[in-house]
């Protein structure tokens, strides 16, 4: 497997890293079954790349085994963001060009320096990936990536552009909504919740997502009764306030 770098995944503020860490407690608490997990929004610019991104680091960093996907086909900016680039000599390849190839996936994943934790980027995007999506080889992935490591963290497009996150949902055991407080209305939240629920892909959570309070700066809050008890582990929702 080629080795990348990630140049631009800087460290999070105590109080961003504790409510991560916290996300990621509470995902533990899912059990064994819940390996695939897709991070999705309903529209762009919710934050679900970072949280996905961040949720994959403080899970390699406490030692358990992971790999981060981006299945954003069409618009993902990961590599750009977030400076990843190959180390040493080679072409930098991933999700999309997998699908369309023939490279073996375990050829296909790229290392990075955390130990247990590999990544897939997207580095092409294509303008209609749905021939992509819907091929075996996308399910062969995911269950290839479910089978050698603890969990996968899929980070898919927003729900209500294209048809692609409902796609990629029916193959994941459960999804994490990323939500942005104070912009995302309740209605467009139920909506999203009713697309998953279609597909098959259980709600695990909700993340409140860029939450500002009366001063400017980031608290826990509710976001509304009907999705939960503020930040912390419930039945069913589970609440961050990052960026």
Not at 61 to 73: E, F, M, R, V
Not at 101 to 110: P, Q, V, W, Y
Not at 134 to 144: H, N
Request: net charge positive; hydrophobic share 35%; aromatic share 10%.
């Amino acid at each position: 497997m080629k080795k990348i770098s990630i140049k631009n995944m800087t460290e999070l503020p105590y109080a961003m890293e504790e409510a991560m860490n916290r996300l990621r407690i509470n995902i533990g608490f899912l059990g064994n079954d819940i390996k695939k997990i897709l991070v999705i929004s309903t529209f762009p610019n919710e934050g679900k790349s970072f949280i996905a991104l961040h949720l994959w680091e403080q899970m390699v960093k406490t030692g358990t085994s992971a790999i981060y996907l981006d299945a954003d086909l069409r618009k993902s900016i990961t590599i750009k963001k977030y400076g990843i680039e190959t180390e040493g000599k080679g072409k930098l390849e991933g999700t999309s060009q997998y699908l369309a190839g023939t490279k073996k996936i375990e050829d296909a994943i790229l290392h990075t320096d955390y130990e247990g934790g590999d990544m897939l980027p997207n580095v092409e995007n294509v303008v209609n990936p749905s021939m992509l999506l819907e091929g075996s080889r996308f399910k062969e992935m995911l269950d290839y990536m479910a089978d050698n490591y603890r969990y996968v963290f899929v980070d898919a497009p927003p729900l209500n552009l294209v048809s692609d996150g409902e796609r990629i949902g029916s193959m994941c055991d459960g999804a994490v909504l990323v939500v942005r407080g104070g912009d995302t209305s309740k209605k467009a939240v139920r909506s999203s919740i009713q697309m998953l629920e279609r597909c098959g892909c259980p709600l695990l959570g909700i993340v409140l997502n860029r939450v500002k309070g009366s001063k400017g700066g980031y608290y826990y809050k509710r976001y509304g009764s009907h999705y939960g008890y503020g930040y912390g582990y419930s039945d069913k929702y589970y609440y961050s306030d990052n960026a």
